[in-house]
C-alpha cells in the first residue's frame, strides 16, 4: 500500500516509522528539511521536501496514485487544505488531523467529505476518551472492547499479592479457562507467551476474557475495583477540556493550570470543573487543594517527566488511581514499572487509528490499538481465508502473534487449539510491532 503523509511532527514522524516498520510503501513531506534528515538516513521511507498544501509537491509525492494520504501538520486548516488537494488529484483516501471536536460531529462530516475528507484523527479526543475509560475501569493499566463489550482484553499490573504469581500459564489455563493471556510486557520487553512461562511480580499481562468473568479475573489478579468521583487535573490544554465536557456533571473535576491567559479561558470551556491558577509541581499546591481527597489524578502538562513525578506524588498522598500523559516513548516502559497507572500517548492513539483504517475495518464497531512495540487489531475472517484451513494448533502461524479471543455470531468468545475460525469470525490479534501486514493476509 502507497501512503503518503503529511507532516513531520510528533504524529507523522512516528507513523511514518511504524509503517515503514509493516512494509508499507511511505513518503513523508514537510517543509523543513531539517526534520526529514534523520528519517531518511535510518528508516525504510523516502522524503520531499515542501508544503503539505503545494501542488507542485504532492505532484512530486505522485498522489494520484496513493491509496491513503495523512495529513497531520499542526495547524488544522492546512491539514484540510493539504486533503482535498489530494483527493481532488486522486487520493483513494484521505485522513486530516484535527483540533475541533465541531469536524466530528455526525451532521458536519458531509461538509468535510465535500473538500475531500474521508476521515479525521483527533488525538486530543482520542486521548480523553481513553482516560475516560481509565477512571470507569480503575484496577487496569489499559482496557480495549471489542462489539460493546462482548469480548475485553485488559492490561493489568501483578503485585505481590496476586495469587498467579509464581504460576506457569498452562497451569492457570488448565483450571481456568474464562481467560487468555495473550501477552506479557516483562521489564523493557513485550512476550508472546507459552503454556511454559512463569509470572512474576510486576509483570504487566494482557488478559483476554468476556464480561461474565471480569469478577474472577480482577480477584485472580488480586486487585480492587476504586470508586472515582473526585479528579484532579494537572494542566488545563485541550485533552483536559475534552476530558471534563466528557466526564459531565458526574464528576467532580478540579484542574490546576499555571498560566493565567489559559485559566481566564477554562471556566468558559469547562463550566462543571473548578479552575485554580496555580503550580501543580508545588506539593504545598497539592495538600492545599486537597490532593488527599481525591479518587483519581490526571497528569496533562507538557512534560512527560513532570507528568511521571507528579503521579508518583499523587500515589504517596493516597490517591487510588493516576493517569500520566507520556508523550516521550522512550519513557513509556521506565513509567510502566513505576507506581504510575494509566499512560497516554497521543503518537500511539493516532496510529491505532490509522491501523484501523489500515486494515479497511468498520471504524464504527472494529478498533486497533498501537502499543509501543505491539499491535492490536480485529480482523474479519473472509470467505476461503487461510486462517481457516485448519485448527489454531495445526496453523503454523507466525512467531510473534497470538489470537486472543473471537466474536462469533455477535457473541464473544476465547480461542484454544483446537478452535477452528470461520468466516464471519470478528478475530482479535496481538502482535509483535512489524507483523501486521503478514498477519492481515491470513484473514483475507
Known amino acids: 500500500m502507497k501512503i503518503v503523509i ?13 509503517l515503514s516498520r509493516e512494509e508499507q510503501d511511505i513518503i513523508l513531506i514537510d517543509a523543513d528539511p531539517a526534520k526529514l534528515a534523520p528519517l531518511d538516513a535510518n528508516y525504510n521511507l523516502m ?4 508544503a503539505p498544501t503545494s501542488f507542485q509537491t504532492l505532484r512530486e509525492a505522485n498522489v494520484s496514485d496513493c491509496d491513503l494520504f495523512i495529513a497531520v501538520t499542526p495547524f488544522e486548516t ?13 487520493a483513494k483516501k484521505t485522513v486530516a488531523r484535527i483540533d475541533n471536536y465541531e469536524y466530528m460531529r455526525a451532521e458536519n462530516r458531509p461538509f468535510l467529505s465535500k473538500f475531500g475528507v474521508n476521515d479525521t484523527i483527533y488525538p486530543e479526543y482520542l486521548a480523553a476518551l481513553e482516560i475516560q475509560t481509565a477512571l470507569q475501569h480503575t484496577w487496569a493499566r489499559q482496557w480495549f472492547e471489542l462489539h460493546d463489550g462482548e469480548l475485553i482484553l485488559m492490561a493489568v499490573k501483578i503485585r505481590g499479592n496476586a495469587k498467579i504469581v509464581g504460576m506457569k500459564l498452562r497451569d492457570i489455563t488448565y483450571n481456568n479457562h474464562n481467560f487468555h493471556v495473550s501477552a506479557i510486557k516483562r521489564r523493557h520487553e513485550t ?4 503454556g511454559d512461562d512463569e509470572i512474576r511480580e510486576n509483570d504487566i499481562l494482557y488478559f483476554t476474557t468476556t464480561r461474565d468473568h471480569l469478577t474472577e479475573l480482577r480477584d485472580l489478579c488480586g486487585k ?10 494537572m494542566g488545563g490544554g485541550k485533552i483536559a477540556a475534552r476530558l471534563t465536557q466528557l466526564l459531565g456533571k ?5 484542574i490546576i493550570e499555571n498560566d493565567v491567559a489559559r485559566c481566564r479561558k477554562l471556566p468558559e470551556r469547562c463550566p462543571n470543573a473548578d479552575i485554580v491558577c496555580a503550580d ?12 488527599s481527597e481525591m479518587d483519581a489524578f490526571v497528569a496533562l502538562s507538557d512534560s512527560s517527566e513532570t507528568n511521571i513525578l507528579a503521579c508518583l506524588t499523587a500515589k504517596e498522598y493516597g490517591v487510588a488511581k493516576t493517569v500520566a500523559e507520556v508523550e516521550n516513548l522512550q519513557f513509556i516502559s521506565e513509567a510502566e514499572g513505576l507506581n504510575i497507572g494509566t499512560i497516554i500517548n497521543k503518537k500511539l492513539l493516532a496510529s491505532s487509528k490509522i491501523f484501523q483504517l489500515l486494515i479497511d475495518a468498520d471504524t464504527e464497531s472494529s478498533k486497533c490499538m498501537a502499543l509501543a512495540d505491539a499491535e492490536v487489531a480485529e480482523f474479519e475472517v473472509r470467505e476461503g481465508a487461510r486462517i481457516c484451513k ?15 479471543g473471537l466474536i462469533r455470531n455477535g457473541k464473544g468468545g476465547l480461542i484454544s487449539g483446537t478452535t477452528v475460525v470461520q468466516p464471519g469470525d470478528h478475530v482479535l490479534v496481538f502482535s509483535l510491532s512489524g507483523l501486521l501486514h503478514r498477519i492481515e493476509k491470513l484473514f483475507v
Open 6 to 18: 503529511g507532516g513531520a511532527g510528533e504524529v507523522g514522524s512516528h507513523l511514518a516509522k511504524l
Open 47 to 50: 522524503t520531499i521536501a515542501g
Open 78 to 90: 492546512d491539514n484540510v487544505t493539504a486533503c482535498a488537494i489530494a483527493k481532488s488529484m486522486g
Open 191 to 194: 512476550l508472546i507467551p507459552r
Open 224 to 233: 480492587t475495583q476504586a470508586k472515582v468521583k473526585k479528579i484532579m487535573v
Open 250 to 254: 458526574d464528576y467532580k473535576v478540579k
Open 280 to 291: 501543580a509541581r508545588d506539593n504545598e499546591v497539592l495538600v492545599e487543594e486537597g490532593i
Open 390 to 404: 485448519a485448527a489454531v494448533k495445526d496453523l503454523n502461524l507466525p512467531h510473534g502473534m497470538t489470537m486472543a
